[in-house]
T-cell receptor
């Protein structure tokens, strides 16, 4: 069975600084996708960034980028130039590809605090 | 507007009283899924559906039922709710295949079972 582990329950960053959130996963599948979701106090789930396992290039979306280490099964999220609006809960998620259908595993989450 | 809607948004009920939480999407997505979110546990998948009349269990299906009679709707049924089903529930949908794999989430349903 697949697992996703976020080892940092809470993180804190100064505004304008850079922070990295960790995520490791375990799977025997070769076809899968990885995601980072943001959940602000409104509870809405917002996709931040996604990575296809078959792509070696790390995904980037503006101030958000990932460090995808497939062999190490690591998928960390880097937030550059942190803003007050980045304060939220962040979830790492794994989704099976191919015949695995729509099975999705989430980590327990990391709460990010941004200090002004 | 493309969206996933859930109803009700908030529900307080008592043990054993059957309830249904509705989920509807207007994006013609093949895949739909239900999750529950509990503190310290993240989101856990309850059931998912890959198309009409095709459903499968997620990690925590006990005490829940689903049906997918129409592509746009995927209701979650609690036949006999218990206090341990008190949680925040999310419905999500996605296109199938390799085209897109982003899940679109509904706003959530806060359920309290007394």
């Amino acid at each position: 069975a697949q697992t996703v582990t976020q080892s940092q329950p809470e993180m804190s960053v100064q505004e304008a600084e850079t922070v990295t959130l960790s995520c490791t996963y375990d799977t025997s599948e070769s076809d899968y996708y990885l995601f980072w979701y943001k959940q602000p106090p409104s509870r809405q789930m917002i996709l931040v960034i996604r990575q296809e396992a078959y792509k070696q290039q790390n995904a980037t979306e503006n101030r958000f980028s990932v460090n995808f280490q497939k062999a190490a099964k690591s998928f960390s999220l880097k937030i550059s130039d942190s803003q007050l609006g980045d304060a939220a809960m962040y979830f790492c998620a794994y989704r099976s590809g191919g015949t695995g259908g729509f099975k999705t595993i989430f980590g327990a989450g990391t709460r990010l605090f941004v200090k002004a | 507007e493309a969206q996933v809607t859930q109803n009700p948004r908030y529900l307080i009920t008592v043990t054993g009283k059957k309830l249904t939480v509705t989920c509807s999407q207007n994006m013609n997505h093949e895949y739909m899924s239900w999750y529950r979110q509990d503190p310290g546990l993240g989101l856990r998948q309850i059931y998912y559906s890959m198309n009409v009349e095709v459903t499968d269990k997620g990690d925590v299906p006990e005490g829940y039922k689903v049906s997918r009679k129409e592509k746009r709707n995927f209701p979650l049924i609690l036949e006999s709710p218990s206090p341990n089903q008190t949680s925040l529930y999310f419905c999500a949908s996605s296109l199938g295949g390799q085209q897109r794999n982003e899940q679109f989430f509904g706003p959530g349903t806060r359920l309290t079972v007394l």
